[in-house]
């Protein structure tokens, strides 16, 4: 079992730019992991994410702005946001999967507030 800890939300003006971080108890690489958010009133979406295959991909809205990345060493998975708008507003999740048995780890959460 891993835990997992979100940190570096806030709140920023639209066009700027955040990196979240999420902080694992253990190794990540026996993982998928990746970036989930949920707005106000809506369902947990996948924002950006490896493959087991360690490719990246990414929900259409956020294609060209955001950036997953990994540090095995420091247990750490990023994901930096550029050029934020309101619509990217929400609790940001950090996710990580055993794919054999579709386990599913999750940590509490960082709030993103995009407004001026």
């Known amino acids: 079992q891993v835990q997992l800890v979100e940190s570096g939300g806030g709140l920023v003006q639209p066009g700027g730019s955040l990196r979240l971080s999420c902080a694992a108890s253990g190794s990540i690489s026996r993982y998928v992991m990746g970036w989930y958010r949920q707005a106000p009133g809506k369902q947990r979406e996948l924002v950006a994410g490896?493959?087991?295959?360690?490719?990246?991909h990414y929900a259409e809205s956020v294609e060209g702005r955001f950036t997953i990345s990994k540090d095995n060493a420091k247990k750490t998975v990023y994901l930096q946001m550029n050029t934020l708008k309101p619509e990217d507003t929400g609790v940001y999740y950090c996710?990580?999967?055993?794919?054999?048995?579709?386990?599913?780890?999750w940590g509490k959460g960082t709030l993103v507030t995009v407004s001026s």
């Open positions: 490896f493959s087991s295959g360690g490719n990246t």
């Open positions: 996710n990580a999967r055993v794919v054999a048995t579709a386990t599913n780890y």
